[in-house]
């Protein structure tokens, strides 16, 4: 289709001159391809991308959403990506986060009329307050589905591993990127609390794979750092979900 088969009226109005043509062109193509109204590289606002975690973040949780929001930074300049948390953090996750940089997951009370990436969950009773009313952009989770409705189709990733920084590990190669040391060392920790040092029934061999790669790069012995982790969870000795 091209600028000449553009009606004269319907949803661009009346058009009389090439400028409106040109315009009215523009709007449609943006439309049916999904771009921008204003290119952010142009001047224009960026797009807000909110990265979050269910209700009741595990160390798997969190740590996908700080990655994940890294990963898309990198390699989609059309938004910019943060990652929050919708619920308290368990010692243990405190532990990981404060190994690797105080890294920093902001409470996020709602994500009404936001544009949200899912990760770790796909259920709206694990979801943040305001789902029903957040333009959800993606999912990315390893749990069984949840019958989460969106509005509009979505970015679907699930894959039968026992964490979901396994998934984020894997695009990661996907997309030709290489975690630095605290990227690594989060989806190590995030791979290693789901699965409880491999001894969960859901571990997988890319689950292993993927935390042995991690942890050498990020320069760490696997059982010591572990250990100390789940050390964290238990001292805390709240009943916090780990996958």
Same mark, same amino acid.
């Given at each position: 289709?091209?600028?000449?088969?553009?009606?004269?009226?319907?949803? *661009?109005?009346?058009?009389?001159?090439?400028?409106?043509?040109?315009?009215? *062109?523009? #709007?449609?193509?943006?439309?049916?391809?999904?771009?921008?109204?204003?290119? $952010?590289?142009?001047?224009?606002?960026?797009?807000?991308? !909110? !990265?979050?975690? +269910?209700?009741?973040?595990?160390?798997?949780?969190?740590?996908?959403?700080?990655?994940?929001?890294?990963?898309?930074?990198?390699?989609?300049?059309?938004?910019?990506?943060?990652?929050?948390?919708?619920? $308290?953090?368990?010692?243990?996750?405190?532990?990981?986060?404060?190994?690797?940089?105080?890294?920093?997951? $902001?409470?996020?009370?709602?994500?009404?009329?936001?544009?949200?990436?899912? !990760?770790?969950?796909?259920?709206?009773?694990?979801?943040?307050?305001?789902?029903?009313?957040?333009?959800?952009?993606?999912?990315?989770?390893?749990?069984?589905?949840?019958?989460?409705?969106?509005?509009?189709?979505?970015?679907?990733?699930? =894959?039968?591993?026992?964490?979901? +920084?396994?998934?984020?590990? =894997?695009?990661?190669?996907?997309? =030709?990127?290489? @975690?630095?040391?605290?990227?690594?060392?989060?989806?190590?920790?995030?791979?290693?609390?789901?699965?409880?040092?491999?001894?969960? @029934?859901?571990?997988?061999?890319?689950?292993?794979? #993927?935390?042995?790669?991690?942890?050498?790069?990020?320069?760490?012995?696997?059982?010591?750092?572990?250990?100390?982790?789940?050390?964290?969870?238990?001292?805390?000795?709240?009943?916090?979900?780990?996958?």
């Amino acid at each position: 289709m091209g600028k000449d088969d553009l009606k004269t009226n319907g949803t *661009y109005g009346d058009i009389h001159t090439k400028e409106e043509s040109d315009a009215a *062109y523009d #709007a449609l193509f943006r439309e049916l391809h999904g771009v921008p109204d204003e290119d $952010p590289r142009d001047g224009g606002e960026m797009k807000k991308v !909110v !990265v979050i975690g +269910s209700t009741h973040p595990s160390t798997d949780s969190a740590c996908s959403a700080i990655v994940y929001a890294r990963l898309k930074d990198r390699v989609d300049s059309s938004a910019s990506y943060k990652a929050y948390r919708a619920g $308290p953090l368990n010692a243990e996750t405190y532990y990981a986060l404060h190994a690797f940089g105080n890294c920093a997951l $902001p409470y996020l009370r709602s994500i009404r009329n936001k544009n949200v990436i899912l !990760v770790d969950h796909n259920a709206k009773a694990e979801a943040a307050k305001g789902v029903e009313d957040a333009t959800i952009l993606e999912i990315i989770d390893h749990h069984a589905l949840g019958g989460l409705e969106t509005k509009t189709p979505v970015y679907f990733r699930s =894959e039968p591993v026992g964490a979901t +920084s396994t998934i984020i590990f =894997e695009m990661h190669k996907e997309w =030709e990127v290489t @975690p630095d040391r605290t990227d690594a060392g989060l989806l190590c920790s995030g791979i290693l609390s789901a699965t409880y040092m491999f001894r969960s @029934p859901a571990t997988t061999r890319a689950d292993k794979f #993927a935390a042995v790669e991690l942890a050498n790069r990020a320069g760490l012995d696997l059982e010591a750092y572990a250990e100390a982790m789940f050390r964290a969870y238990e001292i805390d000795g709240e009943d916090e979900a780990r996958d």
